[in-house]
């Protein structure tokens, strides 16, 4: 079983920037690939970046491409995720995941553990 724990959330102006940490507990071989996903108020779960064990297949959301780097440190067993350039429609719950996989998907059901979510909230 892996529990994961988002931090780093808060109030950024647009523009701005934030960094993202995923903490997970657990076996790190139930974590290989680990993923960021975003839900906005009254929108769907939507997906943001993944990043397998290694760290060498990072893969972002058109959205975020260029502006949001994903990373891990796998002896912290903590995933990061740097968010610069943010707008305001980019105001959501920002929610870490983890999967079994060797590689990550860009859908909620590919992925086995999830966190509580940490909130971004990006002012006008």
């Known amino acids: 079983q892996v529990q994961l724990v988002e931090s780093g959330g808060g109030l950024v102006q647009a523009g701005g920037s934030l960094r993202l940490s995923c903490a997970a507990s657990?076996?790190?071989?139930?974590?290989?690939?680990m993923g960021w996903f975003r839900q906005a108020p009254g929108k769907e779960r939507e997906f943001v970046a993944t990043i397998s064990w290694g760290g060498r297949r990072p893969y972002y959301a058109d959205s975020v491409e260029g502006r949001f780097t994903i990373s891990r440190d796998n002896a912290k067993n903590t995933m990061y995720l740097q968010m610069n350039s943010l707008e305001p429609e980019e105001t959501a719950g920002y929610y870490c995941a983890a999967s079994l996989a060797v590689a990550g998907g860009t859908t909620q059901s590919e992925y086995d553990y999830w966190g509580q979510g940490t909130q971004v909230t990006v002012s006008s």
């Open positions: 657990g076996r790190p071989s139930d974590s290989r690939t």
